[in-house]
C-alpha cells in the first residue's frame, strides 16, 4: 500500500528537507538553548562550543526562518524610505531623482546592517501602507513642517530619522544636517561672481528647512549688497510646469533679472523653457543655477549649474543614525553631512 500524497515524506516527493534548529543540537551535541545562543551571539556559551556550532551549522546547510528570527529579537530587520515630496520634484517621469539616488546607497548601508529597505513612493494611498508595514524605523527625506509621515510613523512608536532637519519645531526627529545654508551660499555667490546684480529666487510653497534656509541666505545676500529682493514659490506637485510660471511672474516683478536661483532642478528647467520662449538667452541674458546635481540638471540644455550634496555619504549616514536609535543608542539627535560642492556648468558660465 502507498502513502497517499498527504503522509509522503519530503525525501519521497524528491524535495530535500529543511535542516533544523533540532538537527544542529544533535550533530554538535548540545541544547537546543545553546544551538540558539551561539548562532544568535546571545547568552553565555564558550567560544569554542560557539563556534563549533555555527561551524555545524554551516556544513549542515542550516538557515534560520525569517519568522523565527523575528520571534525571537522582536524586529522586523527592515526599514522604510519615504518623502512627501511629490514625483514631479523628486524623481520626474523617469523616476530617476533624489529620492532613488538616496534609495539606492539607503539600500546597500542598510544591507550591510543586516536590513531590508522598503521604498514608500509618495504616492495617494501610501501613506496608508506606513500603517500595515512590518519596519523597525524609516528614513524620512527632506520632511516639511507637521509632515503626515512622520505623524504615521511616531504613531507607530517606530524610531525616525529625516535627511534635513524636521522645519519649524524645537524637538525634530533625528537628522542628517544637508548644510543648506551652505549650499544657498554657494549658489547665490557664484551668480554675484559672474556678475549678476538682478537675482531672482524661486523655492517650492511647502515649509522645508531647505526652503527656509533658502529665502533667509538670499534675503541677507541681497539686503548686505544692496541688490533687489524678488523670490516666488511655486507650487511642488506641478514640477516643471511650476517653474515656467514662477519664472514669468519674476520677470514681470524684475524684468532686468539677469541671474536666477532656483534649488527644485524641476523648477530650474521649467524657467528655462520659459526665458527661451520669450526671447532670453541662457546663460547669455540670464544665468541659472539649481541645487541637486541629478540626471535632470545634467541633461538639462544647456546643463545646469548645480551642487554636488555628496548623497551616497549622506544616505550611509542616516542608515547609521538610524541603527544607532534602533539599537537603543539613542544619544546623538543629529549629524552634520559632508560639505556641500558647487559644480559649475554651461547655465552659469559666461564665458
Given amino acids: 500500500m502507498t502513502d497517499s500524497p498527504s503522509h509522503r515524506s519530503p525525501e519521497s516527493t524528491g524535495k530535500p528537507r529543511r535542516v533544523t534548529i533540532h538537527d544542529v543540537a544533535r550533530a554538535a551535541g548540545v541544547s ?15 567560544p569554542e562550543t560557539r563556534a563549533r556550532v555555527k561551524r555545524i551549522a554551516g556544513e549542515l546547510g542550516y538557515r534560520a526562518s525569517v519568522r523565527a528570527r ?29 529620492m532613488m539616488e538616496v534609495a539606492a546607497i539607503a539600500a546597500e548601508s542598510a544591507m550591510a546592517r543586516g536590513l531590508g ?7 495617494e494611498g501610501a501613506g496608508g501602507l506606513l500603517e ?6 524609516a528614513i524620512v527625506i527632506e520632511p516639511v513642517a507637521g509632515d503626515p509621515n512622520i505623524a504615521r510613523l511616531r504613531g507607530r512608536d517606530v524610531s525616525i530619522v529625516s535627511i534635513g532637519r524636521e522645519p519649524l519645531t524645537d524637538t525634530p526627529e533625528p537628522y542628517v544636517d544637508l548644510q543648506s545654508a551652505h549650499t544657498a551660499n554657494l549658489l547665490l555667490e557664484h551668480l554675484h561672481d559672474q556678475g549678476c546684480r538682478q537675482i531672482g529666487l524661486m523655492i517650492g510653497d ?18 548686505s549688497r544692496g541688490l533687489p529682493c524678488h523670490l516666488v514659490k511655486a507650487p511642488e506637485a506641478l514640477g516643471e510646469a511650476a517653474g515656467a510660471d514662477a519664472c514669468a511672474q519674476l520677470l514681470e ?8 536661483c532656483a534649488p527644485v532642478d524641476a523648477f530650474a528647467v521649467g524657467a528655462m523653457h520659459h526665458l527661451r520662449a520669450v526671447g532670453k538667452s541662457v546663460p547669455g541674458q540670464v544665468l541659472v543655477v539649481t541645487r541637486y546635481d541629478g540626471i535632470r540638471a ?16 549622506v544616505a550611509a549616514l542616516a542608515v547609521e543614525l538610524l541603527f544607532a536609535h534602533i539599537s537603543g543608542e539613542s544619544g546623538q539627535r543629529s549629524v552634520i553631512g559632508p560639505s556641500p560642492e558647487l559644480v559649475p556648468r554651461a547655465s552659469s558660465l559666461r564665458n
Fill in 70 to 98: 523575528r520571534l525571537q529579537s522582536g524586529r522586523a530587520n527592515c526599514i522604510a524610505l519615504l518623502s512627501s515630496m511629490p514625483f514631479a520634484v523628486a524623481g520626474g517621469t523617469s523616476r530617476l531623482g533624489f
Fill in 132 to 137: 500595515s508595514l512590518d519596519i523597525d524605523g
Fill in 117 to 123: 529597505v522598503v521604498l514608500v513612493p509618495p504616492l
Fill in 253 to 260: 516683478q524684475l524684468p532686468a533679472l539677469d541671474g536666477l
Fill in 206 to 223: 511647502g515649509a522645508r528647512q531647505s526652503y527656509l534656509e533658502m529665502e533667509r541666505v538670499y534675503r541677507a545676500f541681497t539686503a
Fill in 298 to 313: 545634467r541633461a538639462a540644455q544647456p546643463p545646469l549649474t548645480a551642487v554636488n550634496l555628496h548623497l551616497e555619504a
Fill in 32 to 46: 537546543l538553548t545553546t544551538v540558539s545562543h551561539a548562532l544568535n551571539d546571545r547568552g553565555v556559551v564558550d
